[in-house]
């Protein structure tokens, strides 16, 4: 009995081996479409036709938009995360530009349905924009 005891006590004081997983890589490539669009807190989606506008993110860094509508770049170009797994701000520069444009950015899921929300002031600094994106399927 006092044999099964000391075996008890030795392998209850072995360390746990413990690991923390790595958050995943927020995945933006591909095509995105505007389900909604609020400016200064008041929804404005169906006073505008979004419907036909798309933004397609690129692997390499690029963007490219169809249809354009009044978004928070207006040409194509690059963008970036300010961190892979934990982004708080997603940056554009348009082609033939230096200037980037930072947006809030947020990677939510609603209703079941991955989304990208974007806030940020394009334009005139008094107003303030939200887009939320969801990925053409």
């Known amino acids: 009995m006092s044999l099964i005891s000391v075996a008890v006590l030795i392998n209850s004081c072995k360390k746990e081996q413990t690991g923390v997983n790595a958050e995943a890589i927020k995945n933006i490539v591909g095509t995105w479409k505007i389900a909604g669009v609020v400016r200064n807190g008041v929804d404005i989606t ?3 036709d979004f419907t ?3 933004i397609r993110f690129n692997e390499n860094g690029t963007y ?3 249809h354009q509508v009044p978004f ?3 040409k194509d170009g690059t963008w970036s995360l300010d961190d892979a797994a934990h982004p708080l701000h997603i940056s554009f520069v348009q082609n033939g530009s ?3 444009f930072t947006n809030e950015f947020d990677y939510p899921v609603v209703n079941g349905v991955r989304r990208i929300i974007l806030r940020g002031s394009p334009g005139c600094v008094t107003n303030t ?3 939320a ?3 053409v399927q």
């Open 129 to 131: 924009y939200q887009y």
């Open 52 to 54: 036909s506008f798309s």
């Open 46 to 48: 169906a006073h505008f």
């Open 133 to 135: 994106l969801e990925a």
């Open 98 to 100: 230096s200037e980037s």
């Open 72 to 74: 928070v770049v207006l």
């Open 64 to 66: 490219s938009m169809e």
